[in-house]
């Protein structure tokens, strides 16, 4: 789950030094993280799980992103601009291969 991974993934950049780790203000950021896991767990481990619905963890998800934001906006700015850059060399190696392909006449 989203929120889940999301927990587990920023909180082991806060404290194991991770990539990016050195943008975050750890000691904010993990008393929000620690929460938010509370909540989740407190969800898994039966409390109220017929009222808990999609949109809860969305708004979960939504609203620890905002608490965050102090605290670890530049992580995460490192984070999207590290995504965005790889992403755009996915797309021009796949251009590139597409452009050699239809230069050979569509044959490998």
């Known amino acids: 789950n989203k929120l889940e991974a999301f927990i587990f993934e920023t909180r082991s950049a806060a404290t194991s030094g991770g990539k990016f780790s050195e943008l975050i203000?750890?000691?904010e950021c993990v008393s929000?993280?620690?929460?938010?896991e509370e909540w989740?767990?407190?969800?898994?481990?039966?409390?109220?799980?017929?009222?808990v619905t999609k949109d809860d963890f969305v708004n979960k998800y939504n609203a620890l992103i905002q608490e965050l934001e102090p605290s670890c906006?530049?992580?995460r700015k490192a984070l999207e601009e590290e995504r965005m850059k790889k992403e755009k060399e996915l797309e021009e190696g796949a251009a590139k291969a597409?452009?050699?392909?239809?230069?050979?006449?569509?044959k490998d």
């Open 25 to 27: 203000k750890n000691d």
């Open 32 to 36: 929000f993280l620690n929460a938010a």
């Open 40 to 51: 989740l767990y407190d969800y898994e481990n039966g409390g109220a799980k017929d009222d």
């Open 73 to 75: 906006s530049d992580y």
């Open 98 to 106: 597409a452009a050699e392909l239809e230069a050979s006449g569509g």
